[in-house]
């Protein structure tokens, strides 16, 4: 079992930064694919960015060129820096992981088995 613990969120303005943290229980730096989504109330969980165990990423067309995951050094944990944030990106963003590997496509919410209670990041405009 996995615990992750988020934290980072907060307000900002368009065109602001975050950096969100997800620290975990155990090591997961060479064993899990790591991934960042966010939720808005009474919508689906949305896959943000994916790191897999050997450090290759995958981002939603979204967020390309502006969002950037990363892995903690030791292993215990990932990091989603986010810059030029849109207000429509006001959302509970949450870390997952999963005991697999992924390449080309984030999955759904599904495709991870261990999560985070989420962190709010309100974008105001």
Do not use: H
Request: hydrophobic residues 35%; aromatic residues 12%.
């Amino acid at each position: 079992q996995v615990q992750l613990v988020e934290s980072g969120g907060g307000s900002v303005q368009a065109g602001g930064s975050l950096r969100l943290s997800c620290a975990t229980s155990a090591y997961t730096g060479s064993t899990f694919s790591m991934a960042w989504f966010r939720q808005v109330p009474g919508k689906e969980r949305e896959g943000v960015a994916v790191i897999n165990s050997i450090g290759a990423t995958i981002y939603a067309d979204s967020v390309k060129g502006r969002f950037t995951i990363s892995k903690d050094n030791a292993g215990n944990g990932v990091y989603l820096q986010m810059n030029s944030l849109k207000p429509e990106e006001t959302a509970m963003y949450y870390c997952a992981a999963a005991r697999r590997d992924y390449y080309f496509n984030i999955p759904s919410s599904t495709g991870f088995s261990y999560w985070g209670q989420g962190t709010q990041v309100t974008v105001s405009s």
